[in-house]
Structure formats: C-alpha cells, structure tokens
C-alpha cells in the first residue's frame, strides 16, 4: 500500500458495534419492597381475614371498648416518618386496621391479605427503600391484644434490577480509539436496559440508552422493544468533532 507523502488519510468512525458472550440468566430484575406480619394472625386456630374482629382473635386477652386505640408508627418508602393513633372497639377488624395504616402511608399501600392472614406493605415503587411498621396498643387502653407474632418484617427487600457492565472499543471519526462502558440491567424476566458512559472525558452522549432488550425464553436474542431514544442506536458528541457519530448496535450474538 502506498500513501503519498503528505496525504491526509480519513479516519473511520465506528459505524456498528457487534455483541458477543452471554449475559447472567441468574440476575434477577428489580423489586418493590414489601413488609408483611412475620406469622398470620389467628382467630380460632386458623388463619384470620379481613372481616375478623379484633376482639375475635386468639390473641386478644381482653375486649376492646369505644376509647381504646391503637398506637401506629413507621417509616415510608423514602425514609420519611409516619404515625397514627388508630380508634378502635367492638366492631373493629383486621380490615379497618389494614385501612387506617393505608391512610397513613406515602408511596406505599396496605391491605390485609385474607390467603395468608397477614398485614402486608408494598411500596409503589420498585428499588431500595426503608419501610417499617410498629404497632402497639395504647398504655391507657381497657382492651389488649398481643400483636408480637405479627410484628411486620421485611418479606422482600426493595432492589434495583441487576448490573451487568461491561467495556466497548470503538473509532471516532479521526481514527481515535475510544472506550464506552456498557452497564446492562435487568428490568424483567429475559429483558434488560442498557446505558453507555465514557470512561474518560471525551465527549457527551446524545442518545445512550437502548430500553427493552429481549430475550427467547432459550437466552437467544429476540428484538428491541425501545424506539426513539432507546431503540437500537447511539449518538455522540465527541468533542471538537462537528459531526456527531451514530452508532448501531447489534445484539444478534448475545
């Protein structure tokens, strides 16, 4: 090959960037936090539903009477307090209690699961979160019941879906090598997002987003579900290039 002396040689950008390998299928997608009773309440021996009274359950040692209460406290989704004095008496069940600490909630919602006989919290939003939920009969009370056995624990811990990174080389338009890292992560089952970063300061994404890449129930790619900014393309502002460079990715061996 001979180049003139002198000539200028164009660099070429990296136009497609190919995939290869395989992705965890033991990550696991993100969830939403839920609290629930750590045993169900119980009326009679068996497990306790929304229509049972308080003073029904077997662990309800004196009845309530018009001006007991219930003492409530927790933390949301975020972090953030709440707390509640719940009025209670003869007629109160399990589903006014699940309705009065629904009330108090931001970012979350309570119910009393009648299939299991718990209390159960599930924040709105899946990720990390920090809920919790105390409740307690008042000191000043006539009736009492022993609520320790259903204390509410965490059932399933709140998460982000999981991280897969990993690098990818490519040519901007001078020729240049330039490293992205790719950070794979879960959404759902067989589907995943992905997002581009610099390793190095050389520029700005435009686009660095591909949403909804599926896979065959096999662990063979099925399509991008992402369109507009997250479909099957990238684009680049490197810097003192003028052109920005659009980059097509291929997921067909992954």
Do not use: C
């Amino acid at each position: 090959i001979k180049v003139p002396l002198g000539a200028v040689v164009p660099g070429q950008a990296t136009a497609t960037a190919k995939f290869s390998g395989n992705i965890p299928s033991a990550a696991t997608p993100p969830a939403a936090e839920i609290l629930s009773s750590r045993a169900p309440f119980k009326v009679g021996g068996a497990n306790a539903t929304s229509a049972t009274l308080l003073n029904s359950l077997d662990k309800n040692s004196i009845d309530y009477v018009a001006g007991d209460s219930i003492d409530i406290a927790g933390t949301n989704p975020d972090g953030s307090s709440f707390s509640g004095s719940f009025a209670v008496n003869a007629t109160t069940t399990l589903g006014d209690l699940a309705t009065y600490i629904d009330g108090l909630l931001t970012g979350a919602n309570a119910t009393f699961d009648n299939a299991t006989g718990k209390l159960v919290v599930t924040a709105d939003a899946v990720g990390p979160a920090e809920m919790s939920l105390t409740f307690e009969d008042d000191a000043g009370n006539t009736g009492s019941t022993n609520f320790d056995d259903n204390e509410a624990i965490v059932s399933t811990e709140g998460k982000d879906g999981d991280i897969v990174t990993t690098h990818v080389q490519i040519f901007d338009a001078r020729g240049q090598t330039q490293t992205m890292i790719a950070e794979f992560q879960k959404q759902d089952n067989n589907s995943w997002d992905l997002t581009f970063s610099f390793a190095d300061s050389v520029g700005a994404f435009v686009d660095s987003t591909v949403t909804g890449i599926e896979f065959n129930d096999d662990g063979t790619f099925f399509r991008i579900n992402g369109t507009g900014v997250g479909d099957s393309e990238i684009e680049i502002a490197f810097d003192s290039i003028a052109d920005n460079q659009t980059i097509k990715l291929d997921f067909s061996r992954l």
